[in-house]
């Protein structure tokens, strides 16, 4: 089993919709949660961590479920600019490491006019 | 402030050939991870470098290998070049746990 398993899509939707994506991880030692977002050809950027309270950042929310070790990421009003790949990311520590991010394969978001 | 900077953005070599990629942290981090990212893939893990020690290994095989210098820059070197290592290579720098910010990459193309 992958460590951290997405769907990976594409998810095609129109401008204005609403769009979920979902992520499993395995690892229970998993300590932090990010949504990171990468465009074709470029670097991983951080989108937002995940807390178990669930977070919210303008049209983006967040939410993580610790007994189904789950990471959700929602994305309400789509804009043309949120067409990108989406990474669902864990920390897990090890010994004296400040933690290895592994990620999954990324969901891959276009949103059409 | 600057971001993440790696050297070079491309580079082309054929198997079997040796390659050092380079990465400067932003400025104040400490921390330094390599990661390498294959086309329709995640980003998996490398080295992750702390204070100039090795803190974390991914599951590579021998042939690479990494080291941070006392500025906290980092190289990462691959000998013995396959077809297979050619990908998008990433430096993150850090300055707390889980927070890493990547650089552009190096994009390694083996023929």
């Known amino acids: 089993r992958k460590e951290v398993e997405q769907d990976p899509g594409p998810f095609n939707v129109p401008e204005g919709a609403t769009v979920a994506f979902n992520c499993t991880y395995s690892n229970s030692a998993s300590q932090s949660f990010f949504w990171y977002r990468q465009d074709c050809r470029k670097e991983p950027k951080l989108l937002m961590s995940?807390?178990?309270s669930g977070n919210e950042d303008g049209r983006f929310t967040a939410q993580l479920n610790r007994a189904s070790q789950y990471i959700s990421l929602l994305i309400r009003d789509s804009k043309l600019s949120d067409s990108a790949t989406y990474l669902c990311?864990?920390?897990?520590?090890?010994?004296?490491?400040?933690?290895?991010?592994?990620f999954g394969k990324g969901t891959k978001l276009s949103v059409k006019p | 402030d600057a971001g993440v900077t790696q050297s070079p953005t491309h580079l082309i070599k054929t198997r079997g050939q040796h390659v050092t990629l380079r990465c400067s942290p932003i400025?104040?981090?400490?921390?330094v991870s390599w990661y390498q990212q294959v086309l329709g893939q995640g980003p998996q893990f490398i080295f992750q470098y702390y204070e100039k020690e090795e803190r974390g290994r991914g599951n590579f095989p021998d042939r690479f290998s990494a080291r941070q210098f006392p500025n906290y820059s980092s190289e990462l070197n691959v000998n013995a070049l396959l077809l297979g290592d050619s990908a998008l290579y990433l430096c993150?720098?850090?300055?707390?746990?889980?927070?890493?910010?990547f650089g552009p990459g190096t994009r390694l193309t083996v023929l």
């Open positions: 995940v807390y178990s």
């Open positions: 990311v864990v920390n897990i520590r090890y010994g004296g490491s400040q933690g290895n991010l592994i």
């Open positions: 400025s104040g981090h400490k921390s």
């Open positions: 993150a720098s850090s300055l707390v746990m889980g927070e890493q910010f």
